[in-house]
RNA sequence: AGAGGAGUGGUAGAGCGGUUUAUUGCACCGGUCUUGAAAACCGGAGACCCUUCACGGGGUCCGGGGGUUCGAAUCCCUCCUCCUCUGCCA
């Protein structure tokens, strides 16, 4: 959520950053935000000053009653009624209007960074770095749902028994694989100084709108109507709000979080020509980074812990590109963010594995999470998170890319979380 | 899930309708003293909104929400969380 001051102060740079979004009634709602501020500025001034009275009074009427002079009291009493009835008017009012202004401030994205290129969708993001070769493939090279059958590693027709579309079963050496990367990206995050947090996959509504999946993506998660719960699409969400209403002491900083959570996703209206196999589920495991900063340094951090998955990237032999995003593109909270693509192969097709964006202050003054500065006052702090990584995709890539006539060659790297070298045969 | 008890500032814990602008201890910060520190003494300290160039002024906040009252931390309703006992269960 963008801070009424900040667009108060600063239109003509909002209204700016906003056109790169290429959205259409962005000034229509910045102007709504603005008037209903103004009123609610009004409203707040003529309240306070009429409590600021009634309360006086009061206190008259409380010393009147002591010693003893009822009379003088009742007739102030009196003469209060009417100005109580219009505060507690007033009351509502500036209720309405804090209401109003919270729902249109909702609805209005983060603005994005000055080096973020303006832009419609995907086809306006910038390609900033490649790195590895695109390995060339026999011309029987098998894409990836073709191989998780040859060698019943993951299994959807039974997940489609058991629960649904998108909801695949890991078997064997299929599953034995998913814990050596969710340990993989664990410990190799550790080895950074990430603190390790394990938290619930259920989140309260305040929590969704926290870290601005609600209202926004209402309808993207989940929803356990009984309990009011909804089930987290990412480690983001639960993570970021360890620190709501939270305000932290300079000397706390930086917090640097990493989280294995299933993530789930409901994905609806989103299954298209290219959904196939693993490119896109309901539920998939995911590591996820999460860094809270001053906002002097946030930018820097962004860059270095892009630069800590491409060096898992590396690290898997995966050839990938990383974009980064034009404004049309760029998620609703963030203010930019960078893609990591993986190539797959026998699909000959880029595969989205991270995203790592700085969300500026939008989910901090959302979350209220702030920082106690050197001159002992309280301050937004910038939010930053990132897929450290998600599997599925790198699954898809891995058995596309490493696969050989004897079975799939494990990366090096894993072999110690493995215990074996090549997904081949059954177990 | 049922019965009972409790939620107050960083923490412990008083207050239970009107000198509460929330007592006090500890922790914290500043000062005096000291070469420095400790001790002692003195002082300070929260968050949010409105207003002001600023100094300052006004309002809100005692788990959340609602109510009673001229006046609520204090009384009532409701929800949440924690503790104790009982029940159930990985």
Redesign the pocket.
């Given at each position: 959520m963008l801070q009424?001051?900040v667009i108060r102060e600063n239109v003509g740079k909002v209204l700016e950053g906003l056109k790169k979004r290429n959205m259409r009634d962005a000034e229509v709602l910045v102007n709504e935000a603005l008037t209903v501020d103004k009123i609610r500025?009004e409203k707040?001034?003529e309240?306070?000053?009429l409590?600021?009275e009634?309360?006086?009074i009061?206190k008259e009427?409380?010393n009147l009653?002591?010693s003893g002079q009822k009379q003088q009291a009742d007739e102030m009493?009196a003469k209060?009624a009417s100005n109580?009835k219009v505060a507690s008017e007033l009351g509502q009012e500036l209720l309405k209007a804090e209401e109003e202004l919270q729902r249109v401030l909702y609805l209005i994205p983060n603005v994005p960074a000055d080096k973020v290129p303006a832009g419609k969708g995907a086809e306006d993001n910038l390609n900033v770095y490649q790195h590895g070769q695109i390995p060339t493939l026999p011309p029987d090279v098998q894409p990836h749902w073709e191989l998780i059958k040859k060698y019943d590693i993951i299994d959807f027709d039974l997940g489609n028994k058991i629960s649904g579309a998108g909801f695949p079963v890991y078997k064997g050496k299929g599953a034995k694989f998913q814990r050596a990367l969710i340990n993989f990206f664990l410990e190799e995050a550790s080895r950074q100084g990430y603190t390790e947090i394990q938290p619930p996959i259920v989140v309260n509504k305040a929590s969704g709108y926290g870290t601005g999946q609600l209202p926004d993506k209402e309808g993207q998660m989940y929803f356990i109507a009984e309990d009011e719960l909804y089930l987290i699409p990412t480690a983001e969400v639960p993570i970021t709000n360890l620190y709501r209403d939270v305000?932290l002491n300079e000397q706390d900083l930086p917090i640097r979080h990493v989280g294995y959570t299933p993530c789930f996703r409901r994905e609806a209206g989103s299954w298209g020509a290219h959904v196939r196999g693993l490119n896109r589920l309901h539920q998939f495991d995911k590591v996820e980074i999460v860094q809270i900063r001053k906002a002097e340094e946030s930018y820097e951090t962004l860059e270095a812990m892009c630069l800590y998955v491409q060096g898992l990237l590396e690290k898997l032999e995966l050839p990938y590109r990383k974009l980064l995003l034009c404004g049309g593109d760029t998620g609703f909270n963030s203010a930019m963010t960078y893609d990591l693509e993986v190539y797959a192969a026998a699909q000959q097709r880029w595969l989205e594995v991270s995203s790592v964006s700085n969300f500026e202050t939008f989910q901090a003054s959302r979350l209220k999470l702030?920082y106690?500065n050197k001159e002992?006052k309280?301050q937004l702090l910038h939010t930053l998170n990132g897929s450290a990584l998600a599997l599925p995709r790198i699954v898809a890539a891995i058995l596309e890319n490493n696969q050989t006539p004897d079975g799939i060659r494990v990366p090096k790297v894993l072999v110690p979380y493995t215990q074996f070298e090549m997904i081949d045969a059954k177990l």
């Open positions: 009424i001051n500025r707040q001034k309240h306070d000053d409590v600021g009634v309360n006086r009061s009427v409380g009653m002591k009493i209060m109580k305000i702030r106690k002992g309280t």
